[in-house]
């Protein structure tokens, strides 16, 4: 049975949004947000009865073309062209789960009572969401500023009875999708094709997917750097958590802390070392993986916010008889933090590699590229490899888009975040690094296999489950069929948020 969302509030977080993602949630506004609308609708509507004055986006044109002023006859066409005319996406199609979260983040936003739309057009809205009728947008186009235009216009085509959408995974014109659940297209009143494609639920969605996935990835990376640690014989000393508290990161001290209980219980970090020291790549883990901690931390107070905000324009206030023409439709909050968080990921990724590295080095008592046969055996030699090419690539990656600005809409619009370029390069770093760290479980998980004390109760059972899904190699294979199981069994094991 699928729970209920209430939006229309200030108060989600991430993980609320969790079960939108996976579509097992269906949405819903309360009453006050309702009343809110309705509202907010009724007090344009009065404003517009009694004054003819220009009112950006309301009754005249859009950009550089705000200076033309519309007739009353014309609003609702003016509103249609908008939506038809922007809908401009390129590239490839939008996955599923982050169209659910464009889709409740619109409502969100909408149902905030600022943005002076039909009762109606939220309600369709909701209804094309929980009937599972999912638009077809396209990565490419958002300048991520005057909102994310040319993928909201193409979210909203649906609601006009235009467009594609998919219904329950099939591809079919919106048409035939209404016709099979009973939904029927609406009218756009004035400021409504503005209010649905000013905005920021592109890149916020997008954003939303990322921080659930390395909220999950950064403490799945301490546990596997924990297995790799004890793999590699590596000391506790660096976990303790004097060290940490002198420098007061607090990143720095959780992920410590997270080590110390990961091992707990080991036969393999007590036993007396000969070496003094490790690498920097095992040894300075509290400190890496800290860092990236503390910055997804940053990232995800700064997309909070912006999951409960109001991001369109013109924004109405009803209650101070006032429409205010701003910017809050401008990306550069998410394009700063998606830049940021692309980097924090990225570098998990590169310590993790630089753990393969060692363990596949014939070093602290561990066959070389961990096979019982090398020479005839090349064992775990290439998917270190591979690995590396990640990492390459997501350096890559990490260039920053949040710098860049390209002037349009003939200079009205010339500083734009380019923020959805950080969204969409951000989910390739996100899936690369799954990619990472689930080559790092493969190689620790077989070097494990060649010692003969025993980690951890708790990565023990961590390896077991592992194992059910990928084998200990004994000769040469086809890695590429266990580095694919090993992602995916990352991909779907299961952390209880609380440790997050």
């Known amino acids: ?41 009724a007090y344009l509507d009065r404003k ?71 009762e109606k057009t939220i309600d369709l809205l909701l209804a094309m969401y929980n009937l599972d009728i999912l638009p077809i947008v396209y990565q490419q186009g958002s300048l991520g500023a005057s909102g994310d235009l040319a993928p909201l216009a193409h979210l909203s085509l649906p609601l006009l ?43 916020t969605a997008y954003a939303v997917w990322a921080l659930l996935q390395s909220t999950k990835l950064n403490y799945l990376a301490d546990l596997i750097g924990a297995t790799s640690l004890d793999a590699f014989d590596g000391r506790i000393e660096p976990f303790f958590a004097q060290i940490h508290e002198v420098r007061g990161q607090s990143g720095q001290i959780d992920t410590a802390a997270n080590i110390r209980e990961f091992l707990q219980g080991s036969q393999l970090i007590q036993r007396a070392k000969e070496h003094v020291q490790d690498p920097y790549s095992f040894r300075c883990i509290p400190q890496v993986h800290g860092a990236s901690r503390d910055a997804i931390r940053y990232v995800r107070s700064i997309v909070e916010r912006e999951m409960n905000a109001v991001t369109d324009n013109p924004t109405v206030f009803p209650e101070d008889d006032l429409i205010i023409s701003g910017g809050n439709f401008h990306g550069q909050p998410l394009a700063i933090s998606m830049d940021l968080l692309a980097i924090a990921l990225s570098e998990l990724g590169n310590i993790s590699e630089r753990r393969v590295y060692q363990m596949v080095n014939g070093k602290r008592g561990l066959p070389a590229f961990l096979v019982a046969e090398p020479g005839l055996n090349s064992g775990f030699m290439i998917p270190q490899y591979t690995a590396a090419s990640i990492v390459s690539q997501n350096k890559q990656l990490c260039t920053p888009a949040s710098v860049d600005s390209i002037e349009s809409s003939n200079g009205q619009e010339d500083h734009v975040s380019m923020g959805a ?34 980690t951890s109760p708790f990565i023990e059972e961590f390896i077991l489950a592992f ?21 995916a069994f990352l991909r779907h094991l299961e952390v209880d948020t609380e440790l997050l």
Do not use: W
């Not at 219904?167 to 209404?178: D, E, H, N, Q, V």
């Open 1 to 41: 049975m699928k729970s209920t969302l209430e939006l229309g509030q200030r108060n989600l977080n991430i993980f609320d949004l969790q079960g939108v993602l996976m579509g097992s949630t269906e949405l819903r506004i309360g009453d006050q947000a309702r009343e809110r609308v309705i509202e907010c609708r």
């Open 161 to 203: 009875g235009k467009g594609d959408v998919y219904l329950k995974g099939k591809r079919m014109s919106t048409a035939r999708a209404f016709e099979k659940t009973g939904l029927e297209p609406i009218s756009l009143r004035s400021k409504e094709g503005l209010a649905l494609l000013n905005g920021t639920q592109f890149m």
């Open 421 to 454: 370029n950080a969204a969409t390069k951000l989910y390739r770093v996100v899936e690369n690094l799954e990619r990472i760290l689930g080559i790092e479980l493969y190689t620790a998980s077989q070097a494990l296999g060649f010692r003969k004390d025993n």
């Open 48 to 118: 517009m009865a009694a004054s003819e004055d220009p009112i950006y986006g309301i009754n005249t044109g859009f950009g550089s073309l705000c200076d033309v002023k519309i007739s009353v006859e014309q609003l609702e066409k003016l509103q249609e062209n908008l939506v038809m005319s922007h809908a401009c996406g390129m590239g490839e199609e939008v996955p599923s789960e982050v169209v659910r979260l464009m889709l409740a983040l619109k409502v969100q936003s909408l149902s905030l009572g600022h943005s002076a739309v039909q």
């Open 467 to 487: 194992r059910n899904e990928v084998p200990f190699v004994e000769v040469d294979t086809i890695h590429h069929e266990h580095m694919v199981d090993s992602a």
